[in-house]
């Protein structure tokens, strides 16, 4: 284990990227500092770690997404924190960030059907990137017909939301 500022650890890009933007998305939405004070930082962190690995003068999270976005929140950006740094390939970091994000989300799994609807939505929008952008497939097993059965949305219509545009959102499309 190494500390390393805030500062020097970024988001990732590219397919690990895309799957931390749903892993954030997903997550229960409570402030931080409604169940998490600073002094517990260090125990979330031995729980809960945080990969990086280095890229060029940086480092990229590339595993234990939300705990970074929570440590993140928390400190100042010149203050350390714990991680692990891995040289890992790219394949293997996405797959284990890929099971780490399906597993969670099901293990988890919302008891309000709005709220399953929009995990498998998410979820449906991510596989589908990744295998257009990427030409990554996830396990058969997570397929968008088992996954809707896992989550008991079997028979269920589900439909993307569709949020109206405000004024502004119409003015500034059409420029």
Same mark, same amino acid.
């Given at each position: 284990?190494?500390?390393?500022?805030?500062?020097?650890?970024?988001?990732?890009?590219?397919?690990?990227?895309?799957?931390?933007?749903?892993?954030?998305?997903?997550?229960?939405?409570?402030?931080?500092?409604?169940?998490?004070?600073?002094?517990? %930082?260090? +125990?979330?962190?031995?729980?809960? !770690?945080?990969? =990086? #690995?280095?890229?060029?003068?940086?480092?990229?999270?590339? &595993?234990?997404?939300?705990?970074?976005?929570?440590?993140?929140?928390?400190?100042?950006?010149?203050?350390?924190?714990? %991680?692990? +740094?891995?040289?890992?390939?790219? !394949?293997?970091? =996405? #797959?284990?960030?890929?099971?780490?994000?399906?597993?969670? &989300?099901?293990?988890?799994?919302?008891?309000?059907?709005?709220?399953?609807?929009?995990?498998?939505?998410?979820?449906?929008?991510?596989?589908?990137?990744?295998?257009?952008?990427?030409?990554? #497939?996830?396990?058969?097993?997570?397929?968008?017909?088992?996954?809707?059965?896992?989550?008991?949305?079997?028979?269920?219509?589900?439909?993307?939301?569709?949020?109206?545009?405000?004024?502004?959102?119409?003015?500034?499309?059409?420029?």
């Amino acid at each position: 284990m190494e500390k390393l500022s805030l500062s020097k650890i970024k988001s990732p890009s590219g397919a690990l990227g895309e799957i931390e933007r749903v892993t954030v998305a997903i997550t229960n939405q409570l402030p931080v500092t409604a169940w998490l004070d600073v002094e517990l %930082v260090e +125990i979330l962190l031995k729980y809960h !770690p945080v990969f =990086v #690995r280095k890229v060029s003068r940086h480092y990229e999270v590339v &595993s234990g997404f939300r705990a970074f976005h929570t440590v993140s929140t928390l400190l100042e950006s010149d203050e350390e924190i714990r %991680v692990r +740094i891995t040289s890992a390939e790219e !394949p293997s970091l =996405v #797959r284990g960030a890929l099971f780490e994000l399906f597993s969670h &989300s099901l293990m988890h799994c919302a008891d309000a059907m709005e709220a399953r609807e929009r995990v498998y939505q998410q979820l449906k929008k991510l596989s589908t990137s990744l295998r257009d952008k990427y030409g990554i #497939r996830k396990p058969t097993q997570l397929s968008t017909r088992e996954l809707k059965a896992i989550m008991g949305l079997e028979g269920r219509r589900i439909a993307p939301s569709k949020r109206r545009k405000s004024e502004l959102q119409r003015i500034m499309e059409s420029r």
